[in-house]
């Protein structure tokens, strides 16, 4: 069967900005700080970043999270490869952080990516955003900023690809 698409690259952008805008409301943009989990969401939280830029002219400090040891299930991208850098270059300590991820699902990746934030320094509040939101929660997390929810079956997939990394902006629902 063929992928269905969820969003555009317009409506992808239109979320991130609205997503960016609920993130300025929760918190002062001097305060913050985006960490992206690696591998598409740490550009989301660069796009995230730039959009906060034009709305307060404060440029919030940005990381990137790569959580590969700290997952409980097997299941992460990096299995098979060599792991990506954590590149975090500021101090987490007392500071606001927003976690951003793509896809929101088990919460496995929300507790892996707080147990790996933690071992950095222990920010004063986590948030968690992702662009979907599929639902099946294992873990008692949830999504603090969620672009879209896109309720799912089990035999379903959500595949996002982000320009700087696949090319091309979307979001498609796949059947297994």
């Not at 959580?67 to 500021?90: A, K, M, N, S």
């Not at 662009?131 to 949830?142: A, T, Y």
């Not at 969620?146 to 035999?155: D, E």
């Amino acid at each position: 069967m063929a992928p269905i698409s969820i969003m555009t690259a317009t409506e992808l952008e239109r979320s991130l900005r609205r997503i960016a805008s609920e993130m300025t409301e929760a918190c002062a943009a001097p305060e913050i700080a985006l960490i992206g989990v690696l591998t598409r969401g740490e550009p989301l939280a660069r796009r995230l970043a730039g959009h906060i830029e034009e709305l307060e002219g404060v440029s919030p400090p940005l990381g990137a999270l790569d959580i590969g040891v700290h997952r409980d299930d097997g299941g992460h991208p990096t299995e098979g490869r060599g792991f990506e850098p954590t590149l975090i270059d500021f101090d987490l300590t007392d500071r606001r952080v927003f976690l951003v991820d793509d896809v929101f699902f088990t919460g496995r990746t929300a507790r892996a990516a707080i147990d790996a934030l933690m071992e950095l320094g222990r920010p004063r509040k986590i948030w968690l955003a992702a662009l979907i939101d599929r639902g099946h929660r294992e873990l008692p997390f949830r999504p603090d900023f969620i672009g879209k929810n896109v309720p799912t079956s089990l035999a379903e997939h959500i595949q996002v690809r982000v320009r700087e990394v696949d090319g091309e902006d979307g979001v498609w629902l796949l059947k297994r």
